[in-house]
């Protein structure tokens, strides 16, 4: 596949100037992909040659514009990545209502609206690839409350989309990361500069992921290579969830 195996497709990226967004934005174009990017800020998406568009998914008038727009100018995309998505709130004792209602409405309430309103254009044309960057956090409970929540929510809805959407050729599928290090780290290696070492005893791997090993799970799931997978949840988490490593260690004397 000289062209590369998304040639003549249409990718569209949520979050594409952040740490996991850029590095699937340089692999999808690296694989042939016309790219759409999105991002709350067009000067924080540079000036790559790519359409982008910049708004809010906290602001449902501004997610229904941005879709109409995308629409209208590039027609239905092929394999949408909502890849979008922020927490700073880390236990339950640093909530608030305001913080809860934000953490919703970015990670999961404008992340549904944003998709259902691409959705009929991508129904009309019988084909299509849905990918949702989640999180471990929607799996097992690592601290981020109200991101963990969004997130299990994201998964119900991609279940909900490859069910109700399988009829019309789309298929929808998640990944969950791990830890993985982008500059979204920064906050707490400056609070802790020994965090990854922390980290490392966590994960039976012993280390966390890097995004590049995100970004191909994203990119397999997107592509023809997963026609017959739909509903599905993916950690992507040097093994985080399958248990928990210091127990082994600690309690039972390791291994």
Do not use: Q
Request: glycine share 12%; with cysteine; hydrophobic share 45%.
């Amino acid at each position: 596949m000289a062209e590369g195996e998304f040639h003549g497709k249409t990718v569209l990226i949520t979050g594409a100037a952040g740490g996991l967004g850029s590095v699937f934005t340089a692999l999808f174009a690296g694989r042939g992909a016309s790219l759409v990017l999105c991002d709350r800020s067009a000067e924080a998406l540079g000036n790559d040659g790519w359409p982008v568009h910049a708004f809010d998914l906290t602001d449902p008038a501004a997610v229904a514009r941005a879709a109409a727009d995308i629409l209208e100018e590039h027609g239905a995309p092929h394999v949408v990545v909502n890849n979008a998505g922020w927490t700073r709130a880390e236990t339950l004792k640093t909530l608030t209502a305001d913080e809860i209602g934000r953490e919703i409405d970015l990670n999961l309430t404008g992340v549904a609206a944003f998709t259902s309103a691409l959705l009929p254009a991508m129904k009309e044309r019988r084909a299509g690839a849905v990918v949702f960057v989640s999180s471990v956090n929607a799996l097992i409970h690592v601290g981020n409350p109200a991101y963990s929540a969004a997130k299990a929510g994201v998964n119900a809805f991609s279940r909900a989309l490859a069910v109700e959407g399988g009829r019309y050729g789309i298929r929808s599928n998640v990944v969950c990361p791990g830890s993985v290090r982008t500059r979204a780290w920064a906050h707490r290696l400056e609070k802790d500069p020994g965090v990854m070492e922390h980290l490392r005893r966590m994960y039976p791997l012993g280390r966390i992921v890097e995004a590049g090993e995100v970004a191909e799970a994203v990119a397999f799931l997107a592509s023809d290579r997963a026609s017959g997978i739909t509903g599905t949840v993916l950690p992507v988490d040097a093994g985080l969830t399958a248990g928990f490593l210091p127990f082994i260690d600690d309690i039972l004397g390791g291994t």
